[in-house]
C-alpha cells in the first residue's frame, strides 16, 4: 500500500516538469551518480533527496549582441541592459523550481529550490557548492565546452539553469553524453580576461576563475565566451 502511495506521489511531481514554463528540463536520479561529486554535493544540501532537476531557459541572443568587454569612459553600458534581462529569466526559473518544490511538498516530500543567480561559492577557490552545468550535462541537456559553460545543441552556451533537489523519485533524462562544443578555440582566443587556456588531454576545460571574476568586477560585465560561441548562434546563421 505505502509503495503504491509513493509512486502516485512521485507521478504528481513528475507530471509538473511537463507543465514548467522553461525550454529545457532535465533529472539526475542520486542513485546513478552515487559516490560522485555531484551526488554529494546534492546530499549535503538535502541528505534525503532523490532526484537533481534542472532546468534551464533561453539567454536571448538580442541581449547578448549588446554586450561589450570594453567601452570608453562616461559611455553608456550596454551590459546592464543584458543584465536586467538575466534578473528576468532568473525569476522565470525561480518560479518553475518552486513550483516543483510546491508540488513536492503537497505530497508529503520535502524539496530544495536553488536560486537561479547560482547557489553558495567557496571563495577559496570560486567554487559553487553544487554545479549547475555539471547536473546539466548528466541530465541530457548539453556537454560543457571549452568555455567552461554547459553547450546545449538548440541554444548554444545561451542558457540559463537552476536547480532543485527533491525527495521524489522522477524519470532520469540522463543518455549518451552529447559533443556540443566544436573545440574552435574561439572563445580562448576572445577572452579579454585570458582566463582561458586550451585543455590539455583528457581535460574539457582549463578557466583561471579568479582571472575572470577579476575582470568582470573590474569592468562591470563580460559575456565574451557565451557570445562568440558558433554553436547554435543566430550570428553564424
Known amino acids: 500500500m505505502a509503495k503504491k502511495r509513493i509512486a502516485k506521489i512521485d507521478t504528481k511531481v513528475q507530471e509538473t516538469l511537463a507543465k514548467l514554463e522553461v525550454d529545457m528540463v532535465g533529472v539526475v536520479l542520486l542513485k546513478d551518480i552515487k559516490g560522485t561529486k555531484l551526488a554529494e554535493a546534492a546530499l549535503k544540501l538535502l541528505p534525503s533527496s532523490k532526484s537533481i532537476v534542472v532546468l534551464g531557459i533561453e539567454i536571448f541572443s538580442e541581449f547578448?549582441?549588446?554586450?561589450?568587454?570594453?567601452r570608453m569612459a562616461g559611455e553608456p553600458n550596454l551590459n546592464d541592459i543584458f543584465t536586467r534581462h538575466i534578473e528576468y529569466l532568473r525569476?522565470?526559473?525561480?518560479?518553475?523550481?518552486?513550483?516543483?518544490?510546491?508540488?513536492?511538498?503537497?505530497?508529503?516530500?520535502?524539496?530544495?529550490?536553488?536560486?537561479?543567480?547560482?547557489?553558495?561559492?567557496?571563495?577559496?577557490?570560486?567554487?559553487?557548492?553544487?554545479?549547475?552545468?555539471?547536473?546539466?550535462?548528466?541530465?541530457?541537456?548539453?556537454?560543457?565546452?571549452?568555455s567552461s559553460l554547459l553547450v546545449t545543441e538548440k541554444y548554444g552556451p545561451r542558457i540559463s539553469l537552476t536547480v532543485c533537489?527533491?525527495?521524489?523519485?522522477?524519470?532520469?533524462?540522463?543518455?549518451?553524453?552529447?559533443?556540443?562544443?566544436?573545440?574552435?578555440?574561439?572563445?580562448?582566443?576572445k577572452c579579454p580576461a585570458k582566463a582561458l587556456e586550451?585543455?590539455?588531454?583528457?581535460?574539457?576545460?582549463?578557466?583561471n576563475r579568479f582571472a575572470c571574476r577579476n575582470y568582470i568586477d573590474a569592468t562591470g560585465g563580460c559575456s565574451e565566451c557565451m557570445r562568440v560561441c558558433p554553436v547554435a548562434s543566430p550570428r553564424y546563421e
Not at 64 to 70: A, C, H, I, Q, V
Not at 198 to 207: D, F, L, R, S, W
Open 64 to 70: 547578448l549582441d549588446l554586450t561589450s568587454p570594453e
Open 91 to 146: 525569476g522565470r526559473i525561480n518560479r518553475a523550481a518552486y513550483d516543483i518544490a510546491f508540488t513536492s511538498h503537497a505530497a508529503g516530500l520535502k524539496a530544495l529550490p536553488l536560486p537561479g543567480r547560482g547557489p553558495a561559492v567557496d571563495g577559496r577557490f570560486l567554487e559553487a557548492v553544487i554545479s549547475y552545468k555539471d547536473a546539466a550535462a548528466i541530465a541530457g541537456l548539453g556537454s560543457l565546452g571549452m
Open 165 to 189: 533537489l527533491t525527495e521524489a523519485a522522477l524519470e532520469s533524462t540522463a543518455g549518451e553524453p552529447q559533443k556540443n562544443c566544436r573545440f574552435c578555440n574561439v572563445c580562448v582566443f
Open 198 to 207: 586550451i585543455p590539455k588531454k583528457g581535460e574539457t576545460y582549463i578557466i
